[in-house]
């Protein structure tokens, strides 16, 4: 019997480069993930919760030791707490305009916290709850619990 002799045309190079650079590409997706370098760092972040009564802020002080996860096991310490006035957004049809108006009773509360983090060129983790500006976040301490969302970090 004659062996058959393979053949190669201009497309099997082509198929073969693509399947190549496609290779090529989630390599480079996928070994930073695998060999992610991270530092532990202490880091400050800012939550911001809103539209809260005045005795939620009031049980807020700084020292506390926070939770920020849902698991309970991250957690970190209350650096700062601010208040403002709530507002919302308010539609006025006579005018046809839209402006932000206070709402009686009620305050916007800004929690800095410091957690012990894992930094990677991907992320900032307390644990293995993620810091993200915009993220929400869970923040329980002793006589309140609420969720907010990270509006900065300060590493």
Same mark, same amino acid.
């Given at each position: 019997?004659?062996?058959?002799?393979?053949?190669?045309?201009?497309?099997?190079?082509?198929?073969?480069?693509?399947?190549?650079?496609?290779?090529?590409?989630?390599?480079?997706?996928?070994?930073?993930?695998?060999?992610?370098?991270?530092?532990?760092?202490?880091?400050?972040?800012?939550?911001?919760?809103?539209?809260?009564?005045?005795?939620?802020?009031?049980?807020?002080?700084?020292?506390?030791?926070?939770?920020?996860?849902?698991?309970?096991?991250?957690?970190?310490?209350?650096?700062?707490?601010?208040?403002?006035?709530?507002?919302?957004?308010?539609?006025?049809?006579?005018?046809?305009?839209?402006?932000?108006?206070?709402?009686?009773?009620?305050?916007?509360?800004?929690?800095?916290?410091?957690?012990?983090?894992? &930094?990677?060129?991907?992320?900032?983790?307390?644990?293995?709850?993620?810091?993200?500006?915009?993220?929400?976040?869970? &923040?329980?301490?002793?006589?309140?619990?609420?969720?907010?969302?990270?509006?900065?970090?300060?590493?």
């Amino acid at each position: 019997m004659a062996e058959k002799k393979i053949k190669f045309t201009v497309i099997d190079v082509i198929i073969v480069l693509v399947v190549l650079i496609a290779l090529g590409i989630g390599a480079v997706k996928v070994f930073p993930r695998l060999f992610n370098n991270s530092k532990n760092e202490k880091v400050d972040f800012t939550v911001m919760i809103q539209n809260k009564d005045a005795d939620f802020a009031d049980a807020i002080t700084v020292g506390d030791s926070v939770t920020i996860s849902l698991t309970e096991k991250d957690g970190g310490i209350v650096k700062a707490v601010k208040t403002e006035p709530a507002k919302t957004m308010a539609y006025n049809s006579i005018d046809n305009t839209y402006s932000n108006e206070v709402i009686d009773g009620k305050t916007d509360v800004y929690i800095t916290i410091e957690a012990d983090t894992a &930094v990677s060129d991907l992320a900032v983790k307390a644990g293995g709850t993620a810091v993200k500006v915009g993220s929400e976040i869970p &923040v329980r301490g002793k006589g309140y619990a609420s969720m907010g969302y990270v509006i900065e970090i300060n590493d």
